[in-house]
Structures are given as C-alpha cells and as structure tokens.
Nanobody
Framework: QVQLVESGGGLVQPGGSLRLSCSVS????????MGWYRQAPGKQRELVAH???????NYADSVKGRFTISRDNAKNTVYLQMHSLKPEDTALYYC?????????WGQGTQVTVSS
C-alpha cells in the first residue's frame, strides 16, 4: 500500500515562503502524475498543482506564478515551493496522484498565513 507523508508546513507572514515535501512509498512513484491539494476550513479539497512523470506542470489560477511543483524520482519525493503567500493560502496541504487521487490521504501539513 502506498503511503504519503507530507511535511514542511508552518506559520508564515503574508508575502513569505514555504517549501512543502511529500515522501511517497513504493517503487512505482516515477510513473505517477503527482499533485498537491489543499483544503481550507469549510471548503472542499482542491488540486492546486500537479506534475507528470516527465515533469510537465499545471497550476490552479489562484497559485499560478507563486507556487512551483517539482519532483525527485530518485527520492520518491514531490515538492511544492510557495512564494508570495497570502492569507487565502491557509489550508491543510496534501499530496496524492492527480488529477484523480488513487491513494489514501496522508495526514497533510498545515500552512497558516497570518500576520
């Protein structure tokens, strides 16, 4: 069973930056399109960025130009570099396959943007 472990969240001021990491167990990581999702209180989980196994990326309009998704297939890890963070980016961030989440969700990592 594939396990997803997210890390790197925290409290940051508006305009700040964070880098999230997601470690994925299983040797077939490299064939997956992977995505970062987020869920704010009272809202549905949304896909904010995804990256194919060949490195092609796609972003939600709300994060385009501010977030960068990347992956290291040798480390079975996917990253989300976030810049110019806004209070509306506050959410629990998760990774999973994309655009369909095939695996059980990890615990997520909390990102809070507040002054």
């Amino acid at each position: 069973q594939v396990q997803l472990v997210e890390s790197g969240g925290g409290l940051v001021q508006p305009g700040g930056s964070l880098r999230l990491s997601c470690s994925v167990s299983g040797s077939i990581f490299r064939i997956y399109t992977m995505g970062w999702y987020r869920q704010a209180p009272g809202k549905q989980r949304e896909l904010v960025a995804h990256i194919t196994n060949r490195g092609i990326t796609n972003y939600a309009d709300s994060v385009k130009g501010r977030f960068t998704i990347s992956r290291d297939n040798a480390k079975n890890t996917v990253y989300l570099q976030m810049h110019s963070l806004k209070p509306e980016d506050t959410a629990l961030y998760y990774c999973n396959t994309a655009p369909t989440s095939f695996h059980s969700w990890g615990q997520g990592t909390q990102v809070t943007v507040s002054s």
